[in-house]
């Protein structure tokens, strides 16, 4: 298929790589510093047209997908230019960062021929995918999520759209821990409410959305499932998940599971320490999304999926301690 990207900077590195992995047609990229596309074209071997403009690139390319890997607050009109034109879309996560954006969104997808997908890719990792299906006959009644990372001054000086509530649209919640809550609300069904705190403890000075996050979520069952996220300590260690149903329990630490006291190694060969929140779940997911497209296959997380991890996040953001109603 004819494919192309939108925002060549760190997670691009990721998906032209896999797009070629999954044999496909990278015919443009999109960025607006040129420079970017250029080295990726050299980088990679690519031949493909370099456009700064993507409404542009939408007019004059005949495309059949694009990957929208620019900043959060860029995600919602891109995705919809390409709805509006039926060229299907991947983008990059978070699917929007606002509840405006979330409907405008719905609203080109009921009106598309083109499939929307999300990149939740953390979902296609074998640990995940075992403890879906483990827990999907024998229902969670409590989990637990914790995320704890080093983000510093650094990261957050490195690109202006970061640390900011109208660009990145929230802090370690929108970015880092959406991942680590998508996985728990997969995993254990969507919550009814919420009571959730969050608040900047380390970097007052640098970013104005919150380093940490607290969530207490209720279960439609009644269980509890709890999400405990920091950017603000000075390492970054292997996200943990803890899932008990009435006959089981399970924790999980990278693809390391361990079920009733068994040691279950998954074969992804994650390593544990690292970039592992990255995974290899990329090259899984776009391989994926292009077999549903071929196949005329509707792809798993689309903008249902995509929208409830957005949903939580928004009533985390609204709770400030009070319950909310999801
Ligand atoms: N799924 C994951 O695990 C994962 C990991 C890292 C990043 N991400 C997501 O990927 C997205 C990008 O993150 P990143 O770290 O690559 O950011 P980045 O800042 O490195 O790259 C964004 C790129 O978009 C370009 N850009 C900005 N405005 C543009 C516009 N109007 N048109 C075209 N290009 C434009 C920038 O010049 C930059 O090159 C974010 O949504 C982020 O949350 C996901």
């Given amino acids: 298929m004819k494919t192309a990207v939108i925002g060549i900077g760190n997670i691009a590195q990721v998906h032209i790589p896999a797009l070629l992995g999954a044999k496909q047609d990278i015919v443009a990229l999109c960025d607006v510093d040129s420079a970017r596309c250029e080295k990726a074209i050299e980088?990679?071997?690519?031949?493909?047209?370099?456009?700064?403009?993507?409404?542009?690139?939408?007019?004059?390319?005949?495309?059949?997908?694009?990957?929208?890997?620019?900043?959060?607050?860029?995600?919602?009109?891109?995705?919809c230019a390409c709805l509006d034109k039926n060229v299907n879309v991947l983008t990059e996560k978070p699917l929007a960062i606002s509840q405006t954006q979330l409907d405008t969104i719905e609203a080109a997808v009921k009106k598309s021929t083109a499939q929307l997908g999300v990149c939740h890719q953390r979902r296609y990792e074998e640990a995940m995918k075992y403890l879906k299906e483990k827990f999907s006959s024998d229902p969670v009644i409590a989990?637990?999520?914790?995320?704890?990372?080093?983000?510093?001054?650094?990261?957050?000086?490195?690109d202006a759209w970061r640390g900011t509530w109208t660009q990145e649209?929230?802090?370690?919640?929108?970015?880092?821990?959406?991942?680590?809550?998508?996985?728990?609300?997969?995993?254990?069904?969507?919550?009814?409410?919420?009571?959730?705190?969050?608040?900047?403890?380390?970097?007052?000075?640098?970013?104005?959305?919150?380093d940490t996050a607290t969530?207490?979520?209720?279960?439609?069952?009644?269980?509890?499932?709890i999400l405990n996220a920091t950017n603000g300590c000075t390492s970054s260690f292997p996200v943990g998940?803890?899932?008990?149903?009435?006959?089981?329990?399970?924790?999980?630490?990278?693809?390391?599971?361990?079920?009733?006291?068994?040691?279950?190694?998954?074969?992804?060969e994650l390593p544990l320490f690292g970039k592992e929140e990255w995974g290899v779940g990329h090259q899984k997911l776009i391989t994926d999304y292009y077999r549903c497209l071929a196949n005329g296959e509707k792809f798993p997380i689309d903008f249902y999926e995509g929208e409830k991890v957005i949903r939580l996040i928004l009533a985390m953001y609204q709770s400030n301690g009070k319950q909310i109603e999801i």
């Fill in 143 to 158: 989990a637990y999520g914790n995320m704890c990372w080093y983000r510093g001054k650094d990261y957050y000086d490195s």
């Fill in 169 to 210: 649209g929230g802090g370690v919640m929108i970015n880092q821990a959406l991942h680590t809550l998508d996985l728990l609300q997969w995993i254990s069904g969507m919550p009814t409410s919420v009571v959730a705190h969050t608040h900047n403890d380390t970097l007052q000075d640098v970013i104005e959305v919150e």
């Fill in 43 to 79: 980088r990679f071997g690519l031949q493909a047209r370099v456009y700064t403009d993507y409404a542009e690139m939408l007019e004059k390319e005949e495309l059949d997908a694009v990957h929208v890997c620019t900043p959060h607050y860029l995600h919602a009109e891109m995705i």
């Fill in 215 to 225: 969530g207490n979520f209720t279960l439609a069952n009644g269980g509890k499932m």
């Fill in 241 to 268: 998940l803890m899932l008990d149903s009435k006959s089981s329990r399970a924790l999980v630490v990278g693809d390391h599971v361990i079920v009733d006291d068994v040691v279950l190694k998954k074969d992804d």
